[in-house]
């Protein structure tokens, strides 16, 4: 399992809530002629939802995973045939919203920068998770199902993102644990070590108020 893998143990958590799992809930409520933008390992997104994978010329939704290789594509590979299905108006659906995710020490496009692109080319997308209230709602509505009903002020939601895990929860009201050593750690870290001076300008540049801060989750 993903999660053990990272070192993170089973008694940490109750249940886990992905973008996937709302991404298949708009899948099942689509149109299911699909095109399949990613990886093949990415496909068991599709199953059981009775979906057909077809062409572009024949699709009725888009579904994006991400990149068939993130190693080597940018979003203008697709642009040719994004820019098709958007003159078409077809739905497209993003199972990650992240524009980047860190792989290393680099950094790897995601699905959310295709979803950008088809956006700025007059195309709709419906984007599952962070910044939009969709995993939060069903993320709050699992810990419920737990822990029964409790205070809002009492979660608290951790990134690294602006663009999805700060301002989604900024948008959310939830105090924040923001992760430094992560996506724009070029713009404060050096060798390292967070230069806190130069967190706060960025934080405050940003709009960005965490309650807290630290490098790495441990």
């Not at 579904?63 to 820019?83: K, Q, S, W």
Request: charged share 30%; aromatic share 8%.
């Amino acid at each position: 399992m993903q999660i053990r893998g990272l070192g993170v143990p089973d008694e940490a958590y109750d249940r886990i809530v992905t973008s996937g799992d709302v991404t298949r809930a708009l899948i099942a409520s689509a149109e299911k002629r699909i095109y399949f933008i990613g990886a093949d390992r990415d496909l068991p997104l599709l199953e059981g939802l009775g979906t057909e994978i077809v062409s572009a010329e024949e699709a009725e939704t888009i579904v994006c995973a991400g990149f068939y290789d993130d190693e080597t594509e940018t979003p203008e590979h697709y642009r040719a045939t994004l820019t098709g299905l958007a003159k078409r108006k077809i739905p497209f659906i993003c199972a990650n919203p992240d524009l980047v995710v860190e792989r290393g020490h680099r950094l790897i496009p995601c699905a959310g920068a295709i979803a950008k692109l088809y956006e700025e080319l007059g195309g709709e997308a419906r984007i599952a998770g962070k910044p939009y209230k969709a995993i939060y709602r069903a993320a709050l509505s699992e810990a419920k199902a737990v822990r029964s009903a409790f205070d809002l002020a009492r979660v608290v939601a951790v990134g690294d993102g602006m663009p999805t895990d700060v301002k989604g929860a900024q948008d959310a009201g939830f105090d924040l644990l923001y992760i430094s050593a992560g996506i724009h750690a070029q713009e404060y870290m050096h060798e390292s070590r967070t230069d806190e001076a130069k967190l706060a300008a960025f934080l405050k540049k940003e709009g960005a108020t965490p309650k807290w801060w630290m490098p790495r989750l441990a």
